[in-house]
């Protein structure tokens, strides 16, 4: 929004940048909280070739969460 309307280009380079990018899709996509997102360990990813399955502990609400990461080929 910041480029269409101030002509201000926000890119990150991956480089400097690449942890903070996967930590915010993971929390936005997972709907954590931020102790979920300080919590998480390399041990709550596992990693299925094709597929990472990630495990969110339990916070507050005592309820843990998983979700899964999937990769998708384009057929042309």
Do not use: H, W
Not at 31 to 60: F, H, W, Y
Request: proline share 3%; net charge neutral; glycine share 4%.
């Amino acid at each position: 929004m910041l480029n269409v309307e101030n002509n201000q280009d926000i890119k990150a380079p991956d480089d400097k940048y690449l942890m903070f990018k996967v930590v915010a899709v993971m929390g936005i996509l997972g709907a954590c909280r931020r102790e979920e997102l300080c919590q998480m360990s390399l041990n709550n990813i596992e990693d299925l070739g094709n597929t990472l399955v990630v495990n969110i502990p339990d916070s507050k609400t005592r309820v843990s969460k998983t979700f899964t990461v999937i990769t998708m080929r384009l057929i042309s």
